[in-house]
């Protein structure tokens, strides 16, 4: 089992930026990859970002020159760094991991960010 437990949302103007960060436990050996996704009102849950454990990331299309995800490996930490952020970026942002013997994904609670004009 792994449990992730984000934190750093909140209300910015556009233009500003945010860094959210979350925190893995439990069965970390076992973390393959963890990512960043959002899903805003009456929309799909969508990925933002991707770091695998080889340091190989992916990103959304959207995001690529505003979004960087950073990790402490030592603190077991992943932080989505979000600047130039726009009022589209508003959404629950969800932590996952992908991990485990038997390969699953894990989420977060989420963290709300809002993105005012």
């Known amino acids: 089992q792994v449990q992730l437990v984000e934190s750093g949302g909140g209300l910015v103007q556009a233009g500003g930026s945010l860094r959210l960060s979350c925190v893995a436990s439990g069965s970390i050996f076992s973390i393959r990859a963890m990512g960043w996704y959002r899903q805003a009102p009456g929309k799909q849950r969508e990925l933002v970002a991707l770091?695998?454990?080889?340091?190989?990331?992916v990103y959304a299309d959207s995001v690529k020159g505003r979004f960087t995800i950073p990790r402490d490996s030592a603190k077991n930490l992943v932080y989505l760094q979000m600047n130039s952020l726009k009022p589209e970026d508003t959404a629950v942002y969800y932590c996952?991991?992908?991990?485990?013997?038997?390969?699953?994904?894990?989420w977060g609670q989420g963290t709300q960010v809002t993105v005012s004009s």
């Open positions: 996952k991991a992908v991990a485990g013997r038997i390969i699953r994904d894990y």
């Open positions: 770091i695998a454990s080889d340091g190989s990331t």
